[in-house]
């Protein structure tokens, strides 16, 4: 809804700002959530390549338990085999090959599997938009 004070907020369109006890709800450009998802895991990528394998593999988590998991229900309507092959690489891809310091080009194309399955979950959201839309 509109920018205001809350008790209780939970949105992916919003930045929040603590204020005064509550919770302060700004407009922000909408940015779609894929490519939320797309920037956050870009940041862990480079992260890692800095030397801060414990940064990158936070950012990979923030990005599934803040954004990605707020999609599955629509994307597992759709395609469940995607949405399994995502759920193992946001928990054991990455952060794994985080973990056991992997070399980074093996990094790079866990990431670039990764972006390529976001980006057919981007379209499949467009399509759920787009048939809802449609019907109201």
Avoid: W
Wanted: hydrophobic share 40%.
């Amino acid at each position: 809804d509109d920018p205001g004070d809350f008790p209780f907020i939970c949105s992916y369109t919003a930045h929040f700002r603590i204020m005064n006890g509550t919770i302060r709800a700004v407009e922000v450009e909408a940015m779609n959530p894929i490519d939320q998802i797309l920037q956050q895991l870009q940041s862990a990528v480079k992260h890692y390549e800095a030397g801060d394998g414990q940064q990158a593999e936070k950012t990979v988590y923030a990005a599934y338990m803040m954004i990605f998991e707020g999609l599955e229900g629509e994307l597992i309507e759709r395609d469940p085999d995607l949405v399994f092959q995502l759920e193992i690489d946001f928990n054991a891809g990455l952060p794994l090959l985080f973990k056991q310091g992997a070399p980074l080009a093996e990094v790079r194309d866990q990431y670039d599997s990764m972006e390529k399955n976001l980006k057919v979950a981007k379209q499949l959201l467009a399509e759920t938009e787009a048939e809802r839309s449609s019907v109201f």
